[in-house]
């Protein structure tokens, strides 16, 4: 009976860690060319999976370059591992394909749809040179980050050349990034390719253009060239237009609207044990596919009953991987208790929108339950120095004798009344004494600092757009003239009440108690123009005193 009782909680044990474990499959391109070759990811936390089926995949793909690798998290004392494995997949055909779903141990990944495009046509793959042009999303929502890459091939060498790409209408294109540079062989000729990525995001719905690419420059020439001219002939190419469909905002859409293609969340770090009154820090990281740092709202951690957050500037790292926008943030929080016993911290939320589900999503992490174990205070402190330090000496009810002190201790403490008092009189006595420097009217007070340089609207707007807080304020205190000491002197400059408002609104997200994204929204439209100060008028003093006293 023990024996089948203990089999019963193995299975029980074995059955509920496959029902948490996790197997998902994803691809870098969901549209390839015909000829070119993407990578197909599969991970799962399971390690008893062992490695996934991939014969379903012989079908409609040339499998190749298998690989593998592990990776062990420690969270909260347990640890977990997941698995990575990958596989290059070339398409045998072109047209609507599927990547079926796959078996990894116990577990099926999900099918995945692929666009295969046809390769390029033997007339354009035989140009001295062409351009060719590739969306990350062609039915992107507003304010969507969209890859954007542009590949510019030639069949011989160039000795100068101009690659441009005009922004479209309704829409911001930015470039990200350096040009790569390699080659490729493209209808048995071999190109050299030159790539160039963009950044677009749409302003607005509907229909959008992309004006064609165009390129002009120069290539060595040949035989002939060389011998009847400067030894180049001209080369230029022309990309053609892209149509993109732009949509609007759905109406059940989180706010902030934040699209993406994925959102993930976890604690990079937790600490172990925790005193009322001491520190502890969390450290949280989010990454995001399809979003820049200026897009993605700040990580936030709500008001707890028993401890007071303090935040640390987010820390970002952008990166353009697989033709659109990653983003990394990791934020620090310091936490400290209030008082001992249990203390519970909110995981933090975020809400978003799944554009290739067209679905809301919510990244969020669980609670930390946290037991606050009693503080050292300063007379606990003090109680056990003099305990180490005057063990085995006694005390009686009148006077307390310390180890150091021979005789009654009752005197020192007049005594040390006496020397204050004698010490404040002679401070008193000295400034009486002192002689008063003279005023100099015309000329201000030096200060012992210089004072920061006086900033601009566009650095205002600049830190508003890509820097943190602590750079909006500090801009904000070097916009003053003079500049200002604090946010609360900008304040009491500030001749507009919505600027006023925007300015308590950054102090309290400065300190993790307000809307990050609110107050930054609040400060762009604020100061838009500038800052508005109050108008102080200079009365200058006569040099003679009036003629008739004023009462």
């Known amino acids: 009976m023990p024996r089948l009782i203990t089999s019963l909680a193995c299975l029980l044990l074995f059955a509920s860690v496959a029902a948490q474990a996790q197997t998902r499959a994803w691809i870098d391109r969901d549209q390839v060319a015909l000829g070119e070759t993407l990578t197909l990811n599969v991970e799962t936390d399971d390690a008893r999976a062992g490695t996934p089926d991939w014969s379903p995949l012989d079908k409609d793909f040339i499998v190749s370059g298998n690989s593998s690798s592990r990776q062990v998290e420690i969270v909260n004392g347990s640890a977990s591992t997941r698995m990575l494995f990958a596989v290059a997949l070339q398409p045998r055909r072109e047209g609507l394909l599927t990547v079926p779903a796959l078996a990894i141990g116990s577990h099926r990944t999900q099918p995945l749809p692929l666009t295969v495009t046809a390769a390029a046509p033997p007339a354009r793959a035989g140009s001295a040179a062409f351009i060719e042009a590739q ?91 060389d011998m009847f001219g400067d030894g180049s002939r001209e080369l230029s190419a022309n990309g053609a237009p892209r149509f993109v469909t732009v949509r609007p905002v759905p109406a059940k859409a989180p706010q902030p609207w934040l699209p993406l293609r994925g959102l993930g969340l976890r604690y990079v770090a937790t600490p172990q044990g925790v005193r009322a009154g001491e520190a502890a820090t969390v450290t949280i990281e989010a990454r995001a596919d399809g979003a820049t740092a200026a897009q993605f709202p700040e990580i936030e951690m709500p008001a707890i009953d028993g401890a007071q957050v303090f935040a640390e500037p987010a820390q970002t790292d952008e990166t353009f991987d ?143 757009d890509s820097g943190d807080f602590d750079d909006v304020a500090d801009v904000l205190l070097a916009m003053a003239e003079p500049p200002a000491a604090d946010l609360d002197a900008v304040r009491a400059r500030l001749d507009d009440a919505a600027q006023r408002d925007a300015v308590t609104q950054l102090q309290r997200a400065r300190w993790g108690d307000g809307d990050g994204p609110a107050a930054r929204a609040s400060l762009r439209a604020a100061f838009a123009s500038g800052p508005r100060w109050r108008v102080h008028e200079h009365v200058e003093a006569e040099p003679l005193p009036p003629l008739y006293p004023r009462g």
Do not use: C, M
Not at 161 to 184: C, E
Not at 203 to 209: K, Q
Not at 428 to 438: C, D, F, G, M, S
């Open 322 to 464: 697989d033709g659109r926008p990653k983003l990394t943030v990791t934020r620090k929080f310091s936490i400290v208790p209030s008082r001992p016993g249990a203390l519970r911290i909110p995981g933090p939320r975020i809400a978003w929108w799944d554009v290739r589900a067209a679905a809301p999503r919510t990244a969020s992490l669980p609670d930390l339950q946290w037991q606050v174990a009693p503080g050292v205070t300063g007379n606990d402190a003090l109680a056990a120095a003099a305990g180490d330090a005057g063990s085995g000496v006694s005390a009686d009810e009148d006077a307390a004798r310390l180890p150091v002190v021979r005789g009654n201790a009752r005197i020192w403490p007049w005594a040390t009344a006496g020397f204050a008092l004698l010490w404040l009189a002679t401070l008193v006595w000295a400034l009486q004494r002192r002689p008063q420097p003279a005023a100099q009217p015309g000329r201000r007070a030096e200060t012992a600092t210089a004072a920061p340089p006086h900033a601009s609207l566009r650095e205002l707007k600049r830190a508003l």
């Open 135 to 225: 969306l990350d999303d062609e039915t992107p929502y507003v304010q969507q980050a969209v890859g954007y890459t542009l590949r510019l091939y030639y069949a011989t060498p160039l000795v100068s050349g101009q690659l441009d790409q005009a922004a479209p209408d309704g829409a911001s294109l930015q470039r990200v990034g350096s040009d790569l540079q390699y080659t490729r062989q493209v209808g048995g000729k071999r190109y050299t390719v030159v790539e160039r990525r963009f950044l677009l995001v749409p302003e607005r719905s509907g229909p959008l253009t992309i004006p064609g690419a165009r390129f002009s420059g120069r290539s060595t020439g040949g035989f002939f060239d």
